[in-house]
């Protein structure tokens, strides 16, 4: 079911997804509560890494919703602290 979803959301960036610190949205406010936002966060976060599995998925979006810092207010931010914080 994630897998689908993971492939909606790269058709829906038709091959041509931004890096996430060249997105015009990684300067707009995070809202983590938001799990559609978090997902599509999640999506473009693996394309750039070139992950595929729905475990990894599943547990990045674990790992934003429960130990996200209330400091990192943008997109580029939340990336910033993944890359410093998860470990795969």
């Known amino acids: 079911m994630v897998t689908l ?23 707009a406010v995070f809202r983590w509560q938001d799990n559609a936002e978090v997902e599509s966060f999640v999506t473009r976060y693996m394309q750039e890494k070139m992950w595929n599995s729905d475990i990894t998925f599943n547990r990045l979006c674990t790992h934003i919703k429960t130990r996200l810092p209330y400091t990192a207010r943008t997109c580029a931010d939340v990336k910033n602290w993944l890359e410093a914080t998860y470990k795969v």
């Open 5 to 27: 979803f993971i492939l909606n959301i790269k058709n829906f960036w038709n091959g041509n997804a931004k890096s996430l610190n060249q997105n015009a949205n990684a300067t």
